[in-house]
């Protein structure tokens, strides 16, 4: 399978629930596939103004597509989600509950032994004014389109039916 139909695959997995949007610049780094989610939760009492709490939940995919992948890919693209997606998108407030970035990395040529292990530890999660004002957390997976392979982070295994090609 290729970088483009496995793009294409995930898009249609995607799109009943996300907004989709090819080749985004984020802060000068160009992903190729961005995907955001935006659902509020309400609580009523009698009539629809009568909001006993709200509170909303936002969920991004970040994927990004790389011909042979170095440790040196790997960091950037982790800082890229820590310092620009999670400043760009997640904005804790009162309403806000949680945010979770996936980070997605495909593959084209083989995913080295020794990037394997880095991306199975990998755990970020941060809480705004002690949960307050909510959290977000970032998860990352790799995607190995030659050996039809995908390495997941700690907190990540709940995407492996969604990125399996």
Known sequence: MDA???????????????????????????VDLFGRCH???????LTPGDVI???ETNEYFVVKVF??????????FGSFLKREVMKAFVEPKDGHMCSI?????VVKN???????KPIRKYAFE??????LKGWCRINLAAVDLKNKNVIFSRKSRNLEKL???
């Open 67 to 76: 011909e042979k992948l170095t440790g040196e890919d790997l960091d950037s």
């Open 101 to 105: 970035i996936n980070g997605v990395l």
């Open 126 to 131: 941060k809480s705004f004014l002690f949960s």
């Open 110 to 116: 083989g995913m080295p032994e020794k990037l394997k």
């Open 53 to 55: 709490e709200a509170y």
């Open 39 to 45: 659902i509020r939760h309400v609580r009523t009492f």
């Open 4 to 30: 483009e139909s496995y793009l294409d695959m995930l898009c249609d997995k995607l799109k009943a629930y996300f907004d989709l949007e090819n080749r985004k610049v984020i802060a000068g780094y160009t």
């Open 163 to 165: 990125l399996k090609p």
